[in-house]
């Protein structure tokens, strides 16, 4: 009896400090958000200050305005890649918590039903689901990210023919290959360990 009064103490204290770490993925992501949306705003911005600077002036800016792209194109793709990272953290630590709820609500403590249907399964939540907001956020950026690889094809192409063509094609193709390598990412997570999905083994 006493050590089942010690491993109910140990799983309560687990199930509460995950919990604190699930909402601590959820915070950190949206402080990333932040961060790059302030990143992005200033090196765009001087982009195309820059860009209208040197129209005005009749100077080259070019290779000037592509390096401030280029380093807002290269901090998305790091931010890309965290939040698909931050994704698979968040739904092993959830997966845990329901867990966790569904072993102590599956014997009805205190006559308890959980009639509300509060999450037990734990495979839930998926890792990828398309109406997260987690997805979305991966969508906006892989998104900005397209745009910025688009317009450095413009400005370098631009006194080209099919300009306009070639910034159409490389913010399309960007845009797929990012949200589809992001999503065949975290789907390959499904049916692994934490340890495997998270390290590559157990």
């Not at 109910?8 to 990333?32: A, G, P, T, V």
């Not at 990272?85 to 739904?91: D, Q, S």
């Not at 998104?143 to 063509?165: Q, S």
Request: hydrophobic share 45%.
């Amino acid at each position: 009896m006493e050590k089942e009064i010690d491993n109910s103490k140990f799983l309560e204290h687990d199930f509460n400090q995950c919990f604190q770490q699930m909402r601590h993925y959820d915070s950190q992501l949206f402080d990333s958000v932040k961060f790059l949306t302030t990143a992005y705003v200033g090196l765009i911005g001087i982009g195309i200050g820059l860009y209208e600077f040197g129209i005005k002036e009749s100077k080259d800016f070019t290779l000037a305005v592509i390096a401030s792209f280029l380093v807002a194109f290269l901090l998305g793709l790091f931010m890309f890649m965290l939040i698909i990272r931050n994704r698979v953290y968040y739904v092993h630590v959830t997966r845990y918590i329901n867990e966790i709820r569904n072993t102590f609500l599956d014997k009805k403590p205190l006559g308890f039903e959980n009639k509300s249907g509060m999450y037990t399964n734990y495979k839930q939540p998926p890792f990828f689901n398309w109406r997260s907001s987690q997805a979305y956020l991966m969508y906006v950026i892989a998104l900005v990210n397209a745009i910025l690889c688009g317009a450095i094809i413009f400005v370098w192409f631009y006194e080209e023919p099919c300009c306009w063509l070639r910034t159409l094609c490389g913010v399309g193709t960007l845009l797929l290959l990012q949200v589809g390598i992001g999503i065949y990412y975290l789907e390959s997570r499904e049916g692994k360990s934490a340890s495997k999905s998270v390290f590559g083994r157990d």
